[in-house]
Nanobody, 116 residues
């Protein structure tokens, strides 16, 4: 069973930065889109950012200009650089890899807390 493992979450003050990383337990072929989603308490999981194999990116309006997603296709890794963090960015962040077949791999989540 392939597992996605996130790292890099934590507590940061407003205006600060964090970098999330995600790696698969083994190489998965035919991955189309990789991305990050988040879920705040009492809210539904929402898309943060995605990136295709070709490098096309998509961001939620709330993070545009502050977050940057990147990936390494050969290593099946995806990262999220988060700058100018706000309290409303507080959530559990989940890594996602979408296979060509439509199957979705998910990580276990990493907590990001933005608070003074």
């Amino acid at each position: 069973q392939v597992q996605l493992v996130e790292s890099g979450g934590g507590l940061v003050q407003p205006g600060g930065s964090l970098r999330l990383s995600c790696a698969a337990s083994r190489i998965i072929t035919n991955i189309q889109t990789m991305g990050w989603y988040r879920q705040a308490p009492g809210k539904q999981r929402e898309l943060v950012a995605t990136i295709t194999t070709g490098g096309n990116t998509n961001y939620a309006d709330s993070v545009k200009g502050r977050f940057t997603i990147s990936r390494d296709n050969a290593k099946n890794t995806v990262s999220l650089q988060m700058n100018s963090l706000k309290p409303e960015d507080t959530a559990v962040y989940y890594c996602n890899s979408r296979h060509l077949s439509g199957y979705n791999y998910w990580g276990q989540g990493t907590q990001v807390t933005v608070s003074s």
